[in-house]
């Protein structure tokens, strides 16, 4: 069955970055998007990127351009997202979600991965 | 950026009532429409595609309409277990969501 297994929580300083990873299984993982979508507390989904893990290639919501950088590792199925700067507004859950290529619907997410910027 | 409108954002409902939550674009996106339910604590599980075609194990009681700018996600004959906070996403173009509905079951 489809799986998307994130990285545990982190606490990170502000300005500091922050690697979360998802690891896909029970699917080719070069066949879907990956994309990254976060949540603060109580708050809505707010989509920040996606990646072609066949090509590399990335598109990221103009909000965090400059800030996200999204990559995989083949070899191992793993996607992962970098936030760098961190700032108390960057606390959320972050999650991976799988799309098919090209703007799609999201069919697989992650559990989430909680990220708490605090100093 | 399309943005989408949900409305109503609360709404408090009895079992076996038929619930209506709807969702506005912007511009219009065609049917690049889907919908989304997210218990507490819980990741996002998908409800609906393309604004009304139907996802493998849900519920035959979820169903989705509409097309352009305004969209509609029913559920017939709610269940206790559907308390949960519902989202739209458009994929017309840069990805997009609802602020969500919260439906709490009475």
């Known amino acids: 069955q489809v799986q998307l297994v994130q990285s545990g929580a982190e606490v990170k300083k502000p300005g500091a970055s922050v690697k979360v990873s998802c690891k896909a299984s029970g699917y080719t993982f070069t066949s879907y998007d990956i994309n990254w979508v976060r949540q603060a507390t109580g708050q809505g989904l707010e989509w920040m990127g996606w990646m072609n893990p066949d090509s590399g290639n990335t598109g990221y919501a103009q909000k965090f351009q400059g800030r996200v950088t999204m990559t995989r590792n083949t070899s191992i199925s793993t996607a992962y997202m970098e936030l760098s700067s961190l700032r108390s507004e960057d606390t959320a859950v972050y999650y991976c979600?799988?799309?098919?290529?090209?703007?799609?619907?999201?069919?697989?997410w992650g559990q989430g991965t909680l990220v708490t910027v605090s100093s | 950026e399309i943005v989408l409108t949900q409305s109503p954002d609360f709404q408090s409902v009895t079992p076996k009532e038929k619930v209506t939550i709807t969702c506005r674009a912007s511009q219009s996106i065609g049917s690049s429409l889907h919908w989304y339910q997210q218990k507490p604590d819980q990741s996002p599980k998908l409800l609906i595609k393309?604004?009304?075609q139907s996802i493998s194990g849900v519920p035959s009681r979820f169903s989705g309409s509409g097309s352009g700018t305004d969209f509609t996600l029913t559920i017939n004959s709610l269940e206790a277990e559907d308390a949960a906070v519902y989202y739209c996403h458009q994929s017309s173009r840069e990805y997009t969501f609802g602020q969500g509905t919260k439906l709490e079951i009475k």
């Open positions: 979600a799988r799309g098919r290529r090209g703007y799609s619907f999201f069919d697989y």
């Open positions: 393309y604004a009304s």
